[in-house]
Antibody
Framework: EVQLVESGGGLVQPGRSLRLSCAASGFIFDDNAMHWVRQVPGKGLEWVSR????????DYADSVKGRFTISRDNAKSSLSLQMNSLRVEDTALYYCAKEYYYDSSGWYFDHWGQGTLVTVSS | DIQMTQSPSSLSASVGDRVTITCRASQSIISYLNWYQQKPGKAPKLLIY???SLQSGVPSRFSGGGSGTDFTLTISSLQPEDFATYYCQQSFSTPPFTFGQGTKLEIK
């Protein structure tokens, strides 16, 4: 059974940093790209970042570019998101999600974690 | 960037109703459109990928259609467990990996 378990969320002041982790199990971790997706409580889904299976390709949403860094450790089946210079508007539930890729433009998120809540407030 | 617009934003319906949610892309995404269902306090769950392919385990009352810029998610006969928020997502041109704003399906 695929499991994705996020951790590391919490309350942090604006301008400070936080590191999120996602522990993966039940699948061959280094076969898949991984993503972070966030959701402000009561609002919609916003994609944050993607990392390819080998960390060779990394993408960020414009809203977090230059502040957030995604990384992965395939030996430990773990995904991370280093969040620096946090803003109030970064407050959200952060999900890690596994990508399933089926052709050159065809992919979807086939498994999601339960999320970890980040609250940025003074 | 490709923008995804869902309509309606919310919808009230009764058990047994047939319901259709629409998703429009700002440019052609061919058939690279996915649908997710999210229930309160839960992570999203994949329902349909590639416009019309049902994810394993998803009931056959769910169906998807469309191509190019206009897509639909149809629930043929609403069940109590279907009341949730639905999101479309395009995978044709990324990044960004764009979601629609969501459609909240409520009980009438």
């Amino acid at each position: 059974e695929v499991q994705l378990v996020e951790s590391g969320g919490g309350l942090v002041q604006p301008g400070r940093s936080l590191r999120l982790s996602c522990a993966a199990s039940g699948f061959i971790f280094d076969d898949n790209a991984m993503h972070w997706v966030r959701q402000v409580p009561g609002k919609g889904l916003e994609w944050v970042s993607r990392i390819s299976w080998d960390s060779g390709s990394i993408d960020y949403a414009d809203s977090v570019k230059g502040r957030f860094t995604i990384s992965r450790d395939n030996a430990k089946s773990s995904l991370s998101l280093q969040m620096n210079s946090l803003r109030v508007e970064d407050t959200a539930l952060y999900y890690c999600a596994k990508e399933y890729y089926y052709d050159s433009s065809g992919w979807y998120f086939d498994h999601w974690g339960q999320g970890t809540l980040v609250t940025v407030s003074s | 960037d490709i923008q995804m617009t869902q309509s309606p934003s919310s919808l009230s319906a009764s058990v047994g109703d047939r319901v259709t949610i629409t998703c429009r892309a700002s440019q052609s995404i061919i058939s690279y459109l996915n649908w997710y269902q999210q229930k309160p306090g839960k992570a999203p769950k994949l329902l349909i990928y590639a416009t019309s392919s049902l994810q394993s385990g998803v009931p056959s009352r769910f169906s998807g259609g469309g191509s190019g810029t206009d897509f639909t998610l149809t629930i043929s006969s609403l069940q109590p467990e279907d009341f949730a928020t639905y999101y479309c997502q395009q995978s044709f041109s990324t990044p960004p990996f764009t979601f629609g704003q969501g459609t909240k399906l409520e009980i009438k």
